[in-house]
C-alpha cells in the first residue's frame, strides 16, 4: 500500500474539497508558494481566487471569511503559527461561533481554521509553540486535532464541510507521520466520534494528536506486563462522551496524556466526564504541560515542560 | 424625496417609542438611539439595490429599517420575543435579517467593515453584482481590523462602500481627542476615494452613496463616506439615569438644530408631510401592538441555534 504523509494527507483534502465544490477556497499567508507546503501546487491548479494569500491581516481576513461563509461560500484559513490564534480568537469564539445563534438560525458559518504545525515546533520558544485547542473547546467551538494521516484527512474534508466553524490542530510533531494508506478508502471522519487505537483490559489512556503515537509506543513497551487500551477521542469539541466511558467502564482506570496546559485544559475535562460516568478502580492521572506553561526555549527546557513518554509510563507504572 | 422622509420619520419615531419601551421596561437592556443621524440609513440604504447587503453597528435600528425590514419584527426583536427579526436572540444590538441582505448589526466596534468586505468579495465570485454598505462610527476608525478591512478591500477592488458615521463622539471621547490626522485621509492612505457628506441631509447623502456603489458595480473597488452627524440623544440610555457631563448643552442645542427629519420634511408639503407621519404612526401603533403581542420564547430553547446542527 502508498505511504501517505499527515502533510499530503492536509494537501489532498484541500485539492479534492476544492475541486469537489467550488464554493470553497483557502486563504491564509504565503499559501500561493505554499510555505508550510500545506497548499502545495494548489495555487498552480486552482488560481488566485481560490488560494488567496493574504497580507498579514489575521483579524480582518478571518472577518472577512466569516462575511464570505455568510454568502454561502466554504471557506479554509491557514494560519502560520498558531498563537495567531489569540490575535484571532473574538473573530472566531466572538464572531463566526455566535452568528448563528444571535440570528436565531438565520446563516451559516462554515469557516474551517486550519493550525499546520501546532504545539511545540522543537526551537520556536514561546511564541509560536502554544496548543490551545481546550480554549476553542471551552467557547464551544468544533475543534480536532488529528493524530493519523488518514483522519487528518477524513477531518478536515469534514470540517471544511461542516456547516459551523471549525479550528482544525495539526500538531507540529505529527506533521510527518507517514502510514500505509489505500487511497481510494479514504473518506470523511465524523466529528466527535473517537477511536480505539488500541484495544486493552488494564487502563484507559486517552491521547490524542502527536501524542497518539507516544501513547501506543507506551502501550508497545508495556505489553505483556499492562494491557493499555489507547482511546484517542479526535475531536475535542464535541467530546465522544459515549466512546469515552466505554472504553474507562471496560478498563476502570484513566490516563490523560494532553498537550494542553494543566488548568482547565482538555485532560481536565476528560477527568470530570469520567468521574460524572464512569466508576474508577484507581484514582485517575493527567500527563499535560504545567500550569500556565510557557515554552522555554533551551531544547532541554522545552522538552521538560511537554508531557512525554516518560511520564506516561511513570504514570502507568504507579497506577498498576 | 416622500420615501426618504417616510424612512427618517419612521426610524425617529420607531426610537422615540424604543426609548418609551425602554422606561417602561418592555425593551430590557436599553438601546443605543440612532436620534439625529437617520439621514444617513435613509440616504445610504435608499442608493442600494435589492441583492445588495448591509452589516450595522450597536447603533443599527435605523440602518436596519431603512433598509427595510420590518417594524413590528423589530421591534418585537429589541423586546425578546419569538417573532423577533432574530427570533429574540439576538436583540438591539444584533438585528439581522438576511431575506433583505442584512447580515447583521455587531456589538464589537469595528468587526463588521471586514465580514462586509468579505461578503462582497464573495458575492463577486459568485458572480452576483451585489454591493456592500457597511457603517461604522468615527470610534471605529481607531481599530486596526477595520484599517485592515480597508486595505483589502482596496487591494482587492472589493465593491464596498464604507460609511462612517461621524457624530463627533465614542461614547464620552470625542473624535478631536481621539483621531490624529483627518477621517477621510485614512481611507486616502489605501487608495480609497474618500469625502465628507452632510449627514444630516438624506438627498447629499444619497447622491454620494449613488456614486459609490455605481463606481463599485463598476468594478472600481470601495469608497469611503465620512457621513458628518451628531447624536441627539445619549451614547445609551443608560445615560438617561446617569447623567454623564461631556458635551455642553450649548453644543447639543446647535448640534439639534441640523435635523434630518426637519430638512427632509421642508422639501415635503404640509399635506404630504402630515400624511406621511399619520401612515408612520399608524404603521408604529399596529408594531407596538404586534410586538408586545408577541410570545416569549420558551426558556427550553434557549440554545436553539447555537450550531447549524445536532451535534
Ligand atoms: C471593540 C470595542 N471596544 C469597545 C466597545 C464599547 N463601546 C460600544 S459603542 C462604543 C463607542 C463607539 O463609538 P463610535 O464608533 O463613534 O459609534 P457611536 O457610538 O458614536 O455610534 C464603545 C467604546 C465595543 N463595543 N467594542
Ligand atoms: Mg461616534
Redesign the pocket.
Known sequence: MPKLSYLKALNRALSDELERDSAVFVLGEDIRAAASNVTAGLHARFGDDRVLDTPLSEQAFTNFATGAALMGMRPVIEFQIPSLLFLVFEQIANQAHKFSLMTGGQCKVPVTYVVPGSGSRTGWAGQHSDHPYSLFAHVGVKTVVPATPADAYGLLVTAIRDDDPVVFFAPAPALGVREDVDFAALAPVPLGVGRVARAGDDVTVVALGHLLHDALAVADELAGRISVEVFDPRTVYPLDVAGLVASVQKTGRLVVIDDSNRTSGFAAEVLAVVAENCTLTAPPHRVTRPNGAVLPFALALDRAVQPGRDQLLAALLEMS | MTDLYRTVRLIRRFEERAIEFVRSGEIVGGI?PYVG?EGIAAGVCAALGPDDVITS???GHGHVLARGANPARMLAELMGRESGLNKGRGGSMHAADFSLGILGAN?????AGSIATGAAWAARQQGRDTVAATF?????MN?GMLLEAFNLAALWQVPVVFVC???G???T?PVASAIAGSITDRARAFGIPAFTVDGQDPEKVLEATSTAVARARAGKGPTFLECVTY?FDA?HTFEHRTRLSYRSTEEITTGRSRCPVEIQGARLTAADRAAVDAEVESLLEAAAGIALGSAHPDPAAALSYLYAGEI
Open positions: 443605543h443621524q453597528t450597536h447603533r456589538a464589537i466596534v469595528g468587526a461604522f462610527g468615527d470610534g471605529a481599530e458615521e461621524n457624530n463622539y465614542a461614547t471621547m447624536r451614547h
